[in-house]
Nanobody, 114 residues
Framework: VQLQASGGGLVQAGGSLRLSCAAS????????MGWYRQAPGKQRELVAL???????NYVDSVKGRFTIARDNAKNTVYLQMDGLKPEDTALYYC?????????WGQGTQVTVSS
């Protein structure tokens, strides 16, 4: 089972994108969910987290610009990204938190031009 992220694209600095990730109910309903990203030459990092109870947390670099949300009826987690910066360029993935290695999917590319 892999979690497939979608919604990436090419956007100018200051623009917005919304990423989506659908999971099976068995995965989604009991897990905290996270959005991760990996830029070229860098390690994969946790960007945003939403707990099964709806609490959220963000890495400092995206606070005030990104919003994570989960729709329990659709078993989907979203990442609304506003005020995008070139340094946000990366491959974005969703996974549980803590990570479940077998759930890594292909990711979705986000490219922000200056």
């Amino acid at each position: 089972v892999q979690l497939q992220a979608s919604g990436g694209g090419l956007v100018q600095a200051g623009g917005s994108l919304r990423l989506s990730c659908a999971a099976s109910r068995s995965i989604f309903s009991v897990n905290n969910m996270g959005w991760y990203r990996q830029a070229p030459g860098k390690q994969r990092e946790l960007v945003a987290l939403v707990t099964s109870g709806g609490r959220t947390n963000y890495v400092d670099s995206v606070k005030g610009r990104f919003t994570i949300a989960r729709d329990n009826a659709k078993n989907t987690v979203y990442l609304q990204m506003d005020g995008l910066k070139p340094e946000d360029t990366a491959l974005y993935y969703c996974n549980t938190w803590p990570i479940t290695p077998r759930y890594w999917g292909q990711g979705t590319q986000v490219t922000v031009s200056s």
